[in-house]
């Protein structure tokens, strides 16, 4: 009873116990022990039955000169095999997860142990026919086959015995992946459950077996083979399909309701990475439906060796990441600047113990203090800047427009100012697809720190250039953190409304752009990267509620807010009289920038800062007049 009890917990903690384990030693010098026995006892077996097998299992036909012979080399035998296998590391060799190398290696070993037999008889002079060694070779090596792959064999033979009680698993994907799954879920102690099917879109594979596994259908058989085979859930093993391949896999898989895992990509098969280990859960970014942008950051962060370089902001999602990509590239000096302490200490602490000979320096101040910026240049004379310092949530700065022009607007020009001033090689400011055809506040700050860089540019030997993409996939305040924090609260999920879309791009992808634009730059462009399809919230928002094992709207509500002030339903990348320009990677394209009076800008600049400390409530129509795009929401 006390043993059925403990299985029975075990099942409910889902750590299933292999059979074999189960009777096996724990300790391995007992193991080894235990083996070393079973090999003595090959041994013996293998040179009496030698020789029955010699004269046709006739016992009677053996002649007793033979017998005295066999028995007075035994001992001999089978310490010298005791000792060839030791040598061998026959019993250091992981056998539960044994292959056709481990085979040959037995062969090996057995050869070895056979060759010192015969010369050791021969020496001693024990007489037996010839053929016996050939024989007695064979039946050893088929007797430490079977001892060395029993723990294989029983599961091959015994699948659902040997393996794990667990999860039902369906894998999809029935090629060289999903075979290493499979070996996997059979022999390793760690893994739990299953798999009881494949589907594979490769006619050719259906209808076939993969050890012993029925390759049942194709993708769009899941449904039906998960209720028919009781499926808990899928694994993707198809590191080679495309993003698109992926995400129609997995909007078929979510629909069964089963657990989903997934292979990251191809570089892991290549790297022999497969395993159940390197399986994760499905993320949002699979369900983008483009593959992701990669960028040679080798090739192009050449301009950054030697330099001295700041990054403001540096403690946030964009500026931290920076950080880490400019200390990873031999950057003489790297200059963290940032308003908020506890960001620019965590990014301290990381870059310090991962590059400790990297002269860092941390600096805390904001953008917006003239003398506080000025003296951070004069004292390091910064080669490169990368300004991401800004305030950036939409909703908030609405309600503090005089800040968002304090911040972003002032801020950029301070900076810029000081770079031009002190002779900064390259200036590249962090916009946002916002900055087109503004409706809120936010994107007209950024669209005028544009205008900032490009009117610099004119007349400064300084590179300012801009870099403008969409939402950030996992930055601070981005909806996906939002809407895993209340599906964590048991919902509702909340949309602005069901028709706003956003383009989404990954905090990597964002930051390859800003430094592929450093690298690109020769001044007064508009860097925009061609994000793929714009994705729908509500849509986004429904596939992580299903991802987190959910049903919308039955187990988590999804609730429509309303857009808020300054909102739109869509966010565009390019105005509509910028041109696009390829740059040499085709996913990066230049935006022609747009003609403005440069000199009449800055007189506006001026009566804007006046205004904009004065804290106002009209400030919207003075930056109306300064950016004719901008289209302010309505009482």
Same mark, same amino acid.
């Given at each position: ?48 039955? !030698?020789?029955?097998?010699? $004269?046709?299992? &006739?016992?009677?036909?053996?002649? *007793?000169? /033979? +017998?005295?012979? =066999? ?121 739990? !459950?299953?798999?009881?099917? $494949?589907?594979? &879109?490769?006619?050719?594979?259906? *209808?076939? /077996? +993969?050890?012993? =596994? ?422």
């Amino acid at each position: 009873m006390a043993y059925m009890k403990k299985n029975e917990e075990n099942a409910v903690r889902g750590n299933s116990v292999n059979l074999m384990e189960k009777y096996l030693p724990k300790n391995k010098r007992v193991r080894m022990i235990v083996l070393m026995f079973a090999d003595a006892c090959v041994v013996m077996l293998a040179s009496f039955l !030698g020789l029955l097998i010699r $004269f046709d299992l &006739d016992i009677e036909k053996i002649e *007793g000169r /033979y +017998l005295e012979a =066999i028995c007075g080399y035994l001992p001999f035998y089978i310490a010298a095999t005791l000792i060839i296998f030791l040598l061998m590391r026959m019993y250091a060799t992981m056998w539960s997860v044994a292959g056709i190398r481990e085979v040959i290696y037995i062969l090996w070993a057995c050869g070895l142990a056979s060759l010192v037999q015969v010369t050791g008889m021969t020496f001693l002079v024990y007489k037996v026919p010839r053929s016996y060694f050939l024989l007695s070779f064979a039946v050893l090596y088929a007797g430490e086959v079977f001892v060395r792959l029993s723990y294989r064999i029983f599961m091959t033979v015994f699948p659902g015995r040997a393996g794990n009680e667990g999860k039902r698993i369906l894998v999809a994907g029935a090629g060289s992946s999903g075979a290493v799954i499979l070996k996997e879920m059979t022999t390793s102690r760690l893994a739990d !459950g299953n798999v009881v099917c $494949f589907v594979d &879109d490769d006619k050719n594979k259906a *209808g076939k /077996y +993969l050890g012993g =596994i029925p390759i049942a259908g194709n993708r769009n058989d899941i449904p039906a083979l998960v209720k028919k085979y009781h499926v808990d859930e899928i694994y993707i093993a198809m590191p080679a399909a495309s993003a698109m391949q992926r995400k129609e896999i997995i909007e078929i898989c979510r629909e069964t309701g089963c657990g989903i895992k997934t292979l990251p990509g191809i570089y892991q098969l290549l790297n022999g990475e497969v395993s159940v280990a390197r399986l994760r859960e499905v993320q949002i970014e699979d369900l983008l439906g483009r593959d992701p942008i990669r960028v040679d950051l080798d090739e192009i962060m050449g301009y950054v060796g030697g330099k001295t370089v700041m990054v403001t902001g540096g403690g946030g999602s964009i500026g931290s990441e920076l950080c880490r990509q400019v200390a990873s590239h031999g950057a003489r000096q790297l200059i963290i600047f940032d308003v908020y302490e506890n960001n620019a200490y965590d990014i301290q602490l990381e870059l310090r113990e991962k590059y400790p000979d990297l002269d860092l320096v941390v600096l805390i101040g904001s953008v917006r203090n003239t003398h506080r910026i000025e003296s951070v240049f004069e004292k390091y004379r910064p080669d490169i800047v990368y300004h991401a310092a800004a305030h950036k949530h939409v909703p908030l700065m609405e309600d503090s427009p005089n800040e968002a022009i304090k911040n972003n607007v002032f801020g950029t020009y301070k900076t810029a100012r000081a770079a031009d001033k002190y002779g900064t090689e390259r200036f590249v400011l962090i916009s946002t697809d916002k900055a087109v055809n503004p409706t809120n506040i936010m994107g007209a700050s950024k669209r005028m720190c544009e205008m900032v860089v490009q009117m610099m540019n004119a007349r400064s030997r300084t590179d300012f250039v801009a870099v403008r993409f969409g939402n950030v996939l996992g930055s601070n305040g981005s909806v996906i953190p939002l809407f895993k924090r209340q599906i964590e609260q048991g919902g509702p999920v909340t949309v602005t409304h069901p028709d706003i879309i956003r383009y989404f791009m990954t905090i990597p992808e964002a930051v390859s752009l800003v430094l592929q634009a450093g690298a690109y730059a020769k001044g007064g462009e508009i860097f925009i990267l061609d994000m793929g399809e714009p994705v729908k919230i509500l849509d986004l928002a429904k596939n992580l509620i299903r991802l987190s094992g959910y049903k919308p709207d039955e187990d988590i509500k999804i609730e429509f807010t309303g857009l808020r002030p300054g909102e739109k339903l869509y966010e565009e990348l390019l105005m509509g009289e910028e041109g696009m320009q390829d740059t040499p990677n085709k996913l990066i394209h230049i935006g022609k920038p747009i003609e403005f009076d440069k000199d009449r800008f800055e007189e506006q600049l001026a009566s804007l800062y006046e205004k904009a400390n004065q804290d106002p409530e009209d400030i919207r129509e003075e930056v109306k007049r300064i950016v004719p795009t901008y289209q302010p929401p309505r009482n």
